[in-house]
Structures are given as C-alpha cells and as structure tokens.
C-alpha cells in the first residue's frame, strides 16, 4: 500500500505546473482565436476597400473619355 501511495505521490508532483500550463495555454488559444477574428474583419474590409477604389477607378476613366471625345468633336465640325 505504501508503494502504491509513493507512486502515486510521485506522479502527481507536478499535477499544479500542468493545470498552470493548461491555463496559459487555453489564454493564449482564446487571445489567438480573438486576433484570427480581427484579422478576418479587416481583411473584409481591405477587400471591399479595394472594390471601391477600382469602381471609382474605372468611372473616372470613363469619364476622362467621355469628356475627351465631348471635346474632340467640336473641334472637327466644319461650318
């Protein structure tokens, strides 16, 4: 009985490191899993962004051809 108490006693010497660790690692997962979040939100961002930029991007070139043929026709009437 005593050597079982001993073995016992000797496996279970570090049962408080492994609860510690446990901890600092399930911290460390939920903090991880918050930064993955907020990442993912602004990558979502970022690309929606981007489709904005490339929208108003071909407006605008749109526009500069459509006022540049506007122009370019009233120089080649002839009266």
């Known amino acids: 009985m005593t050597a079982r108490y001993d073995t016992l006693a000797e496996e279970s010497k570090n049962v408080t490191e492994l609860i510690d660790e446990r901890n600092r690692l399930q911290a460390e997962n939920d903090r ?4 993955s979040s ?3 939100r602004e990558n979502e961002r970022h690309k929606r962004n981007e489709k904005i930029k490339w929208f108003l991007a071909g407006g605008g070139v749109f ?4 006022i540049s043929g506007k122009l370019s026709r009233k120089k080649k009437r002839i009266y």
Do not use: A, H, I, Q
């Not at 991880?32 to 930064?35: A, P």
């Open 63 to 66: 526009f500069v051809g459509w």
């Open 38 to 40: 907020r990442l993912m």
């Open 32 to 35: 991880l899993s918050e930064e």
